[in-house]
């Protein structure tokens, strides 16, 4: 697992399904299978034709693929 930060990129040696779970409490929330965002850093969120949604961060580099199976667990945490 990777884990991005605003400066920095690192190697965490936990499974994504832990970090997740430590940070259910927080404004984290998982987007698609090998994903977890800081909704406090989402920017937009844009609708797709196959019903996925697109994501774009703050920082405007990153643009992330919301799968329809995760939308409604970021859009109960928005």
């Known amino acids: 697992v990777e884990v991005v930060t605003i400066s920095e990129r690192y190697d965490a ?5 832990e970090l997740k779970e430590m940070l259910s409490n927080s404004s984290f929330v998982q987007i698609n299978k090998g994903t977890i965002v800081n909704i406090d850093f989402v920017k937009s969120v ?3 034709f196959s019903g ?3 994501l774009r961060l703050k920082n405007n580099k990153e643009v992330l693929t ?7 667990e970021f ?3 928005i």
């Open 13 to 17: 040696k936990k499974k994504l399904y």
């Open 52 to 54: 996925n949604y697109t």
């Open 46 to 48: 844009q609708a797709e």
């Open 75 to 77: 859009k109960s945490k």
């Open 66 to 72: 919301i799968s329809r199976k995760f939308f409604k």
